[in-house]
Structures are given as structure tokens and as C-alpha cells.
């Protein structure tokens, strides 16, 4: 058979993933390949013989490169319905009936710290989604191949019956317009990135794209279905893991894994963090990381029970032998691991290790919530509390020590769901009272659970993640033994707080920050 008689395959792709078998499989089934760039010479160097488009069309490629499928012959071919629509062109024209093409990874080469804007710009692709989009509105006649994964099926077809089914390649068509829509929306993106301004909302959330993560087992509760989505976009910080060890992870760890992650971030010491519940149970920055994870458990047993540890510091297995042995653990998360973990694991199949490398790179992120049918979208509350940004509003300073404790507290209270008390000494959480619909009920409750665990709060600091309505939380903080107290302020009450407080001899500071956690 001649090359003029020959069916055509167009072969462009960056991901090469078995790009030569399926050229070569072609070939065995009187293809003609017409390719271009570094794929004509990778399939080449893996003895494809192939026919560049330069030579295809007769037209070498300009612009540096920017202009070489962006050619009458190749759309032509491409788009005719049927070879009567060539008929009415030159003998020049040919019918292409396969398309493989896949686009530059945009989305990679923007993650590149030294990718500059000017680079960026050059590697968005024009002749791939063009071709793309052409050859799947032609689907009728033509088989676009994006994804290596369908590389299998068509080709099944085509060895078994000459062509792909119509049903195939309405498929594969979708797929395509799927593909070159999450391409644009990642442009897009990056496009209308405002580097200089984290609050702004609305652009870049008319074109974020999801992408699949995983099926999870099922989501809060086993009779809902979950899947766990990534964004596919450079503006949103995804919480990105590798899990290690252990059995899936579902719905509700990943919850409490993202909080515990986000909490433990925020600490610069060795720190540990225990979450149950989406909420910290226990929390400590100490001189060890073995320290810091002793007395976080010791806040809170009952709740540390099955729930979720994160720390700061590389997991030994002196560390991780100590947690087997004092408690039932769920998740543990940290930014890296001894080897010999994953042996001591093997006896514990239930427990999942989970990696979050440490990052300090400042990176937008976003908490998206839904509604029936609606988005509610927000900047992440990652605001820092500093030593100045604390304001003192009574007679009484805190001295340094307490001013420590304070500040930890504050970090940790912003974790904590609504209405959130915290007691901390030393910067460890020494009770934690949250979730209620009064704030003097999460005093109570915290002061309540660390006399459970004869946790002693003389000489503690409270922190409220929002401000006092009443003075009642500053009496009992005075009858607890609390020395102060660190709370945003804001309140028409702020100065009879204050007022009492320094009838108490309580020393409290204003964050000028709420970290409510609704």
C-alpha cells in the first residue's frame, strides 16, 4: 500500500506515556504518522518512521516554532466531514483520522519557583487545542486520543473492526473538550492572579477546575457516597499528602487531618497536635518532639482516644513506639519519616501515616463551603498574631512568660470550633472547651475537663477566639486562678470587661483579630 493510500494518524503529545507502542501498533495496521517537534524525533529514535508536518505540509514551521500546525492542510484534513469535502480542494489535501494530542503541562511549568511570567506565556499551547477541538467536533469521522489510558480501547477497535465505534469517539469528544476547558481554566487562573492583594475574591474562582483525587469509602457517614477533589489551579494551595501506611483514609480523617496539619504549621518549636472531631484536643510546643506529644495526650485522654496526631518534627520510631503504646491513633501526619516506621506499622494495619512536607512558602489559600446549590468562598484565616499586634487594656501587664502563653493560646483557639475557650500554661493547652452556643459554656466545660484529668489551671492563661459579651467569663477565669486573658475585643461591654478584669488584678490583651470558627 502506498503512503497515499494509507489512513494518517497525527501524533503531538508532551505526555509520552506509551506513545511509541500505540505509533508502532499504527504502522502495523498501514498507517501513515505525521508528527511533529520533540515527539517526531522521540518516536523516531524509537524507530517509528514517521513524516514530519513541516514535510506533510510543505510549509516549515516559523515564528520560532510558534506557527507549524496551524496549516489549511492539517485542519483541512482534520475537519472534512467525509472525502467529498475534499474533493473540492486540491489533490494536496488528505483525510486524517486519528488525532493524538495532548498539551504542554502549563500547570507544571508554572510550579517551577524560576518560571517567569514570559516563559509561562510561551508554553500555552495554540496548534494542540486547536487540532483538538477540530477533530472532536469532527467526531463523527475522526478519533481524538487525549488521555494514554484510551489508548488500549481504540486500538482494540481498530484492530478488530478497522475504526472505532461512533459511541467511542463521542466519548473521547467529551473528554477532549473536558481537557482543553481545565487547560484554559488554569491560564486563566494564573492570568488573573493578584499577587499583590490575598483578599480579593471573584476572578479566579470563575475558572478554578476540579480534578478527581479519589473515591473515598464514604463520606461522613457510611451511607453517603465522598470524593475527595483537588484544584487544578496555581492560585489555591492544595492540601497535598502522601499516605504511607494503613487503610484508606475516609472522609472524617481528612477533615480532622487538614485541621490538625494546619494547626501544628503554625509553630516554629517542636509542637504536637491531637485532633478529635475536627477540633484540637490537646496541643504542646515543647523542647522535644516526644515532650510536645506527652503533653498534648495528657490534656485530653479520653478525646486523644482514635483521634488524629500531627507533628512538626521527623516521626522516629521511638516516637511512634510511645504513641502505639499509650494510645489507639486513627492518623498520624508529619513532614517525614524514619524507613523502620513503616516495619513497626506493619503490625498496625489500621493506622494511617500520612506525609505533609513543612512549607513556609506563602501560598493563597481558600475555604470554600457549600450551600444548596451555591459556593460560599473566603480567604483562609491565616493571619499572624505577633507581640505587637497585642494590645495591653489593664492596669496589670502580663509579663514575658505569660505573653508567650498568650500568643500559643491564640494560635491554638483559632482551631477551635465556636464559642472556643482555651486554658494553656507553659505553652501547652491544659483544657479546651468548644462547640457551644454560649461562650461561658466552654469555660465551664474546659475548666470541667481538666479537673477530670487533675489538671491544676492556677496560674494558666485563658484565650477566647472572640470577644466577651458578659463579664461572667472573666469571674470565673478569676475563681479558676487564670492570671490572664487574651480575647480580640470589640465588644459595647469591652469596658466593663476590662474594668473587672482589673478589679480581679487580671491582666488581659486585645489580639484585634477574630478567629471565629462557625
Known sequence: MSDKEKKIALISVSDKTNIEKIAKTLVNLNYLIISTGGTAKY???????????????????ILDGRVKTLHPRIHAGILARKANDLNKLNDNYKLIDIVIVNLYPFLKTIADPKCTFDNAVENIDIGG?????????????????????????????????????LELRKKLAAKVYNHTSQYDRVITSYLNDDSKNETVLGDPFTSID???DSTLRYGENPHQDAVLYKISSPNFDNFNFSKLSGKELSYNNLVDADCAHSCVQQFSKPACVIVKHANPCGVSESSSIELAYQRSFKCDPISSFGGIIAINRRLTTRLLTKILNKQF?????????????LGVLKKKPNVRLVVIKNTKKRVKSYEIKSLKNKLLIQTSDNKEITKKDLKVVTKKKPSQTQTEDLIFAFKVVRYVKSNAIVFVKNKTTLGIGAGQM????????????????KINLKGSIMASEAFFPFPDNVDLAHKIGVTSIIQPGGSLRDKVIIDIADKLKISMVFSGTRVFKH
Open 129 to 165: 487545542p486547536a487540532m483538538l477541538r477540530a477533530a472532536a467536533k469532527n467526531h463523527y469521522r475522526v478519533t481524538t486520543l487525549v488521555d494514554p489510558d484510551d489508548y488500549v480501547t481504540a486500538l482494540e477497535q481498530i484492530q478488530n473492526s478497522g475504526v472505532t465505534t
Open 438 to 453: 454560649s461562650r461561658i459554656d466552654s469555660t465551664k466545660i474546659a475548666k470541667e475537663k481538666a479537673k477530670n484529668f
Open 329 to 341: 491513633v486513627e492518623v498520624i501526619v508529619a513532614p517525614s519519616t524514619d524507613k523502620a516506621c
Open 43 to 61: 518516536l523516531q529514535k524509537h524507530g517509528v518512521k514517521i513524516i514530519t508536518v513541516s514535510d506533510f505540509t510543505n510549509f516549515e514551521e
Open 210 to 212: 476540579l480534578e478527581k
